[in-house]
């Protein structure tokens, strides 16, 4: 034996003895949640998913406690017990035994959602007898730690038994086939020194294992109780207890499930640290918690907005994937897309750094990065799984984003050494970009943007958008590099690209931008395709006006390249939330967007909507099989949302924002479906980019330049906002907080602090608003710069009226 195995079994030893010896005195895990906000779910859906979340093992299940298939990435095992690249668990079952009458907990009656834990409460048949489930899981640890506490709420003593039911199921994530990783039959064995049950895959090191921390009588096979009969290849067992309670009192039994991709002793290992470190555990989650809603912490009138905004927060931890073989990063969605997307997180890593996540900010990129290389070209992947398999290598909208995330994200850091690492494959990605997929060099790429519809491969809207950008920060980011020569012929190419699209893409006749500009033969076999989808889904305005298009469309020359009005699709608002729409135009086109909103936002396909679309108030009907067709998402919302505040309108800004807000917690507690309000991913990434843009950088108006240690500060709030705070707002090595009130007599008080007295603050408001300013008490000089006053100042604390 090793010195490392001999140590181990005695660290073994020594937890099992110590474990036995405090178990009826340690307190249940829910005492640790003291302070903690949990939020009550709606009845109508407990019969809808959940997730418990960590960074290497998450489990997702029924609000009502149980686990059935769901999912359709992989058909039916998207649900269960996670640690990817592989699947541990599909779920257990638990069930009260008295005398001859057994009740299975498959129908909690409440469930409790925390930032990083959950619980279900179950009124049982047994009078006076409750029974809560409880559970969290560790960052950082390859397995997860669940408690039942049982209440005597009755004036006589109970005794019955308690059934806990294991169903293992070690399969391998989406694409494994790819990665040679094949699903074998589970085996079971019982670990007698841990009372604790084995679970291995038979043809690989695959393992998973659960046990409590008290001894119970084994049984292989399922429950005797509960019915469940998961798909798969998995086996199950059971751990069964005897419980005596005395009236008035409570008993907790505390199970730990860990799991290995790699070996026998890694879950081994594992499973004893959940057993002796499960508090501690517990009590880290909760700090590190507290810490990210610290962060960019807002205080507004709209408190809904304003909790919902804390939980985004809170939602996109949930979403934080580690695989160390291949890396760590911020996953897309809640269960279906656990793993990562480039354009995904080129939006969400956006809100991220404004909202204080460096550490996941820079862990994404590096991962996106590193697996985009093997492109080899600068182009950037769109869709990898967690088993590092890449399924899309990249459509087109992702390079130019990924250049623009960079240089936002310098701007927020300051960091060069940053800029620097990433600079080369800009350049490559640009060069690819024009050279590879602007055939007829007329600076608009072909190929797929964000909206993925066949036969839609034409110059689209937001792939010409998102270039211009792309060309315009990389201009930016070659004259801090010294490559001046390059930073003009960027800027240049940017130049001709917003002229262009503001002019080849805007059609007056719909005060639109084109979904599209391609050919006449192109456009009318879109239409034709329209036309079907939009009889199909009932909206005879759309079949209108689609017949109306293709009757003018029939007159054309047939290889006539121009822009379309097809589908009204949400990617139309892109030049609004890139600011490169001229003024005129930006007005009609975002006022022409409100017509495609429902009461929760935005519409991802325009010609879906019709009159009904505005009372709509309840669920989302979508098809039996997945699909996006009639959806209204967060993304097209906040993208709206960022519009509207580049063109001075954060009322109405506000208004897409309230929509979104409308499907906080709708099915969920906590959390914002991807289709408003309670359909695809029960918690979805670029919602923090939906919210946390709009209201850190625009409502705030915190415009970071650090790499001067320099930050523009322009309050634009909603009109019905007078007064508003943001706290610990992370630029660089600084940390600044604002606070602004407009006074009952007109006059404007905003505070600012910063924990860096050397950084400079240019504090600006509209030129048509004429006021005085006074800084910390003293009338201050007015400059005037791009049609905005503003004023200049250093040191930490800082006090400015404007009347």
């Keep these: 034996m090793t010195l490392r195995s001999s140590l181990y079994f005695l660290l073994a030893a020594m937890l099992l003895f110590f474990s036995c010896k405090s178990k009826t005195t340690e307190n249940p895990l829910f005492y640790y949640m003291e302070g903690v906000e949990g939020l009550i779910g709606i009845a109508e859906y407990l019969s809808s998913p959940y997730v418990t979340a960590g960074d290497r093992v998450y489990m997702v299940g029924h609000q009502d406690g149980t686990f059935p298939d769901l999912g359709w990435h992989v058909q039916g095992e998207m649900g269960g017990i996670w640690n990817h ?379 010409a958008t998102y270039t211009q950008k792309a060309f315009a920060d990389a201009a930016q980011m070659s004259a801090l590099m010294g490559e001046d020569s390059i930073s003009t012929s960027y800027q240049h190419t940017a130049d001709l690209i917003k002229e262009k699209i503001n002019e080849d893409f805007w059609v007056e006749e719909f005060n639109s931008y084109a979904d599209f500009i391609g050919t006449t033969k192109e456009a009318i076999h879109l239409v034709d395709a329209a036309i079907i989808r939009a009889d199909t889904l009932n909206k005879p305005w759309a079949v209108e006006e689609l017949k109306a298009t293709r009757k003018k469309l029939v007159t054309y020359p047939p290889n006539k390249k121009q822009g379309f009005v097809i589908f009204h699709n949400w990617v139309v608002n892109t030049p609004m939330e890139m600011g490169i729409a001229d003024p005129e135009k930006a007005i009609a086109a975002l006022d022409k967007g409100k017509k495609f909103t429902n009461p929760f936002g935005v519409f991802v396909t325009g010609i879906d909507r019709d009159e009904s679309s505005d009372m709509a108030d309840g669920s989302f009907v979508g098809s039996k099989a997945f699909s996006y067709t009639g959806a209204v998402m967060t993304l097209p919302t906040g993208v709206s949302a960022i519009g509207e505040n580049n063109y001075g309108r954060p009322d109405e800004a506000l208004d897409y924002l309230k929509r979104m807000t409308k499907s906080f917690g709708f099915a969920l507690p906590g959390s914002i479906y991807e289709v408003s309000p309670d359909y695809g991913m029960m918690a979805q990434a670029w919602n923090l980019y939906s919210f946390g843009v709009p209201i850190v950088t625009q409502f705030f108006g915190i415009q970071p330049d650090a790499g001067k240690k320099v930050i523009h500060i322009s309050p634009a709030f909603p009109s019905s906002w007078k007064e508003a705070k943001i706290e610990n707002v992370e630029i660089g090595d600084n940390v600044i907080s604002l606070t602004y009130q407009i006074r009952e007599n007109g006059e404007v008080e905003a505070v600012i602090n910063q924990s860096k007295a050397d950084w400079q603050i240019v504090f600006s408001w509209p030129q048509a608003i004429q006021a005085n300013i006074r800084l910390n008490g003293n009338n201050m000089e007015i400059e005037n710069l791009s049609g905005k006053n503003r004023i200049t100042f250093g040191g930490k604390s800082n006090t400015i009226l404007l009347n």
């Excluded at 779920?91 to 834990?117: K, M, R, W």
């Excluded at 912490?297 to 905004?309: M, R, V």
């Excluded at 690492?421 to 608009?444: H, V």
């Design 85 to 463: 690249p592989i699947k541990l668990m599909d779920g257990f079952t638990a069930a009260i035994v008295e005398a001859d009458n057994s009740y299975c907990l498959d129908a909690a009656h409440q469930f409790v959602n925390y930032p990083f834990a959950n619980k279900h409460l179950f009124q049982t048949h047994v009078p006076g007898l409750e029974v809560d489930r409880f559970q969290f899981v560790p960052d950082g640890v390859q397995g997860m730690v669940v408690e039942f506490t049982f209440r005597n709420v009755d004036k006589s003593e109970k005794s019955f038994d308690f059934e806990f039911s294991g169903y293992t199921d070690l399969m391998p994530v989406w694409l494994g086939d790819r990665a040679g990783m094949v699903d074998f039959e589970d085996q079971l064995s019982f670990d007698e020194g841990r009372k604790a049950w084995m679970g291995k895959d038979e043809g690989n090191e695959w393992y998973v294992m659960f046990g409590s921390n008290q001894e119970a009588k084994t049984s292989e096979g399922p429950s005797a109780h509960c019915k469940y009969t998961p798909q798969g290849k998995g086996k199950a067992a059971s751990l069964s207890y005897k419980i005596i309670l005395k009236s008035e009192t409570s008993q907790s039994i505390r199970f730990f499930i860990s799991g290995s991709y790699t070996s026998k002793l890694d879950a081994e290992e594992t499973y004893d640290k959940l057993k002796l470190n499960s508090e501690t555990y517990l009590k880290d989650k909760k700090i590190h918690y507290s810490q990210i809603a610290s962060k960019a912490k807002i205080t507004i009138p709209d408190k809904e907005l304003e909790k919902a905004f804390e939980w985004i927060k809170y939602n996109t931890e949930w979403l934080v994937r580690e695989v160390p073989e291949v890396g760590r990063g911020l996953g897309a969605g809640m269960p279906d897309y656990p793993w990562w997307f480039g354009v995904d997180n080129e939006y969400t890593l956006k809100g991220a750094i404004a909202t204080g996540r460096k550490d996941l900010v820079y862990s994404t990129i590096e991962l996106i990065h590193k697996l985009s290389e093997t492109n080899g070209n600068g182009k950037i992947v769109h869709e990898v799984s967690s088993n590092g398999v890449i399924f899309n290598p990249g459509n087109i909208n992702e390079t130019p984003q990924f250049a623009s995330l960079i240089w936002w994200v310098f701007q927020w850091t300051g960091d060069k050494e940053f800029l620097a690492k990433y600079y080369p494959t800009i350049k490559n990605g640009l060069q690819w970009l024009m050279e590879e997929n602007d055939k007829d060099g007329n600076l608009f790429p072909d190929g797929y943007g964000m909206m993925e519809i066949h036969g839609l491969q034409s110059e689209m809207i937001d792939v």
